[in-house]
């Protein structure tokens, strides 16, 4: 099981960055996929980004490629999501999510989550 943690949401404005950040509390993060999914209201959870444990390769939603930058730290068990470029349809809950599968865009693969930190970019 792990434990994560998310931080660094908040109010922006149209065109504003932010970069949230994934604490996880296990002796195995390196065994694990990790990703960013997002869940505005009345929606359905969404995947935004994913890592596979290397680090090397990255996955987006369309609708955040070339905006958002998922990225790792294995040695302090840390997951980023830089986020630029911000719009209104980006305001939701950002979760972080870990999946012992290779990788993987259905939260149905992802086992562990965290509590979620609000995101709202206000135009």
Not at 47 to 55: K, T
Not at 65 to 92: C, H
């Amino acid at each position: 099981q792990v434990q994560l943690v998310e931080s660094g949401g908040g109010l922006v404005q149209v065109g504003d960055s932010l970069r949230l950040s994934c604490a996880a509390s296990t002796n195995t993060f390196g065994a694990y996929c990790m990703g960013w999914f997002r869940q505005a209201p009345s929606e359905e959870r969404e995947f935004v980004a994913a890592v596979p444990w290397s680090g090397t390769i990255q996955y987006y939603a369309d609708s955040v490629k070339g905006r958002f930058l998922i990225s790792r730290d294995n040695a302090n068990k840390m997951v980023y999501l830089q986020m630029n470029n911000l719009k209104p349809e980006d305001t939701a809950v950002y979760y972080c999510a870990a999946s012992l599968a290779a990788w993987s865009t259905d939260p149905n693969e992802y086992t562990d989550w965290g509590q979620g930190t609000q995101v709202t970019v206000s135009s």
